[in-house]
C-alpha cells in the first residue's frame, strides 16, 4: 500500500473532486494571503486566529479529494448524484449538472441531455 492507493469506494463524482480540490486550492491561496496581511500590517493576534477558518476548510477539502469521501455524503449514506439523476452532461469535460444552460466548470454552453439510468 503506498500513500497515494486509496481503495474507499468513492462517494462523490469526479466533478465533485475537482470541485473540492479547486476549492481547496482557492482557500489556501486566501490563508496565505490573510498571513500575509497579518504580518504587514501587524495585526495583533487575535485577528491572525482568522487564518484558522479558510486553512480548515482548506485541508477539508484537500483530504475530501485525496480519499474520495466527502464527510456528509457519507454521514447522510448516500452517493453525491445520488437520487434524482442529472439531466445535461458537458460534452467537453463530462460535468453533470441539472442547469443546461452552461457548464459550471469550464463555462461553456456545451451542455446536452443526458438518458437517464436504469
Ligand atoms: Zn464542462
Given at each position: 500500500?503506498?500513500?497515494?492507493?486509496n481503495?474507499?469506494t468513492?462517494?462523490?463524482?469526479?466533478?465533485?473532486?475537482?470541485?473540492?480540490r479547486?476549492?481547496?486550492?482557492q482557500?489556501?491561496?486566501?490563508?496565505?494571503?490573510?498571513?500575509?496581511?497579518?504580518?504587514?500590517?501587524?495585526?495583533?493576534?487575535?485577528?491572525?486566529?482568522?487564518?484558522?477558518l479558510?486553512?480548515?476548510?482548506?485541508?477539508?477539502?484537500?483530504?475530501?479529494?485525496?480519499?474520495?469521501?466527502?464527510?456528509?455524503?457519507?454521514?447522510?449514506?448516500?452517493?453525491e448524484?445520488?437520487?434524482?439523476?442529472?439531466?445535461?452532461a458537458?460534452?467537453?469535460?463530462?460535468?453533470?449538472?441539472?442547469?443546461?444552460?452552461?457548464?459550471?466548470?469550464?463555462?461553456?454552453?456545451?451542455?446536452?441531455?443526458?438518458?437517464?439510468?436504469?
Amino acid at each position: 500500500m503506498t500513500a497515494d492507493s486509496n481503495e474507499c469506494t468513492p462517494n462523490i463524482a469526479p466533478a465533485g473532486i475537482r470541485r473540492r480540490r479547486r476549492l481547496g486550492f482557492q482557500l489556501a491561496g486566501v490563508s496565505i494571503a490573510a498571513v500575509g496581511a497579518g504580518m504587514i500590517v501587524r495585526a495583533p493576534w487575535f485577528a491572525r486566529t482568522a487564518v484558522f477558518l479558510p486553512a480548515a476548510v482548506a485541508a477539508i477539502g484537500f483530504l475530501q479529494a485525496s480519499r474520495n469521501t466527502c464527510i456528509l455524503r457519507a454521514h447522510e449514506g448516500t452517493l453525491e448524484h445520488d437520487g434524482d439523476p442529472p439531466l445535461f452532461a458537458c460534452r467537453i469535460c463530462g460535468h453533470v449538472s441539472a442547469d443546461k444552460a452552461y457548464c459550471p466548470d469550464c463555462l461553456a454552453d456545451t451542455m446536452e441531455p443526458q438518458p437517464r439510468p436504469r
